[in-house]
């Protein structure tokens, strides 16, 4: 008995610690399940991430078939480097010019919403966590990642936020970000912005969860199904003896 106990902690533990590191993090409230979310989002992958990142195990075809889309509307609309309707997605930019250009190529981010700590709420929050820093390269920093190298790509979406330091003793820390100069969209249409372009990369990380999870439903129903039938052919074995 007190082996079992000493295994379920060692199982529960480090759930906890998890949940406990990722406290911070604001939930994403993502949906693969909603296509039209789905759509929107490979819309502003493509607009606003494909110039750098690539989606290096996605297929176009496969994006037609998982987002209800056609041929010709993926080659319309999300298709930008007239590739083959069967080739992954790659960046326009070039690995030699993106070293040329930034020191080194942008990572895929085939599975940025599921590698990462926190899965798609990390990759939303991230989104919304860039500031003005001109310490950095780049002239933006992140909360999130802090001095990642990226530039804040959608900050005339977003607009511009910069830090509120936190007083005290010792290093500076951020407390939290305000928004000095609005974007072009206003903070809820940028939450939803950001909610669908993560919704999307978290497809992107495991597109089968897309049909898993229709599939679970009908093996729950036939789970319920073949218990109820179990328990009616120990009632009929049984009827005599009780």
């Given at each position: 008995m007190?082996?079992?106990l000493f295994a379920l902690l060692l199982a529960v533990l480090p759930l906890a610690a998890f949940a406990a590191s990722e406290v911070g993090l604001k939930p994403s409230y993502a949906n693969i399940n909603d296509q039209a979310s789905l759509q929107?989002?490979?819309t502003h992958f493509m607009d606003y991430c494909a110039g750098c990142h690539s989606l290096q195990y996605q297929r176009y075809s496969r994006l037609a078939k998982d987002l209800g889309l056609s041929e010709d509307q993926v080659n319309a609309y999300l298709n930008r480097n007239g590739a083959k309707f069967a080739e992954t997605v790659v960046a326009s930019m070039t690995p030699g010019d993106a070293t040329a250009w930034l020191g080194k190529a942008p990572p895929d981010l085939s599975l940025v919403?599921?590698?990462k700590p926190g899965g798609a709420d990390w990759t939303y929050n991230f989104l919304k966590s860039f500031y003005?820093?001109?310490s950095q390269a780049a002239g933006w920093n992140n909360l999130i990642l802090p001095n990642a190298s990226m530039p804040h790509v959608?900050?005339?979406l977003q607009?511009?936020?910069r830090p509120v330091y936190a007083s005290g003793e010792g290093a500076a820390q951020v407390a939290h970000l305000e928004l000095t100069s609005p974007g072009k969209?206003?903070?809820d249409e940028y939450d939803a912005f950001a909610r669908d372009l993560t919704a999307f990369l978290q497809y992107v990380g495991e597109p089968a969860a897309l049909e898993r999870e229709s599939v679970g439903v009908w093996v729950l129903l036939f789970l319920v199904?073949?218990?109820l039938l179990t328990w009616l052919l120990k009632h009929e074995y049984w009827r005599d003896v009780h």
């Open positions: 007190t082996k079992r929107r989002g490979a919403a599921r590698n003005v820093d001109e959608l900050w005339e607009g511009i936020q969209l206003s903070v199904f073949l218990t």
